[in-house]
C-alpha cells in the first residue's frame, strides 16, 4: 500500500500533483529543451514546462529509417515529463508530473 505520508518538498514552494495532463503550451515551451542527436535517438534536456523541474528525455529514433522515404517530413517526438522530484500522486512505476507533449523536430 501506498501510504500518504506528506513529504517535504524543498525544492519548491508549490509542489504539482502527479497528473496526466498536456497542453499545447507545453510543447511550445520544451521547444527551448537543449536538443542533441546522440547515438540511437535524441537527448532532450530542458525544464518541465508544467512542473518547473529539470529533465532529460530521451528518445529512441525508430522514425529516421522510414523518414527517408518521405522528405521533408518532421519527426514527432512524444515527450513526457521525467524530472526526479516525487509528486504526490504518482504510481509505483510513474515518474515526473504527468505532464506530456509532442514535439516536432526541425531538421536541417
Ligand atoms: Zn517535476
Ligand atoms: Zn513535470
Known amino acids: 500500500m501506498v501510504s500518504d505520508v506528506p513529504t517535504p518538498n524543498t525544492a519548491h514552494s508549490s509542489p504539482l500533483r502527479y497528473e496526466e495532463v498536456t497542453k499545447d503550451e507545453f510543447a511550445e515551451l520544451a521547444a527551448k529543451f537543449e536538443f542533441r542527436e546522440i547515438i540511437g535517438g535524441y ?3 530542458g525544464i518541465c514546462p508544467r512542473c518547473g523541474d ?3 528525455y530521451f528518445h529512441v529514433d525508430e522514425t529516421v529509417r522510414d523518414a527517408q522515404r518521405q522528405t521533408a517530413q518532421k519527426p ?3 515527450m ?3 524530472c526526479v522530484v516525487a509528486h504526490r500522486g504518482q504510481g509505483p512505476d510513474a515518474h515526473g508530473c504527468g505532464a506530456f507533449w509532442n514535439l516536432s523536430v ?3
Open 54 to 56: 529539470a529533465m532529460e
Open 76 to 78: 514527432i517526438i512524444e
Open 106 to 108: 526541425e531538421e536541417e
Open 43 to 45: 537527448l532532450l534536456r
Open 80 to 82: 513526457v515529463c521525467t
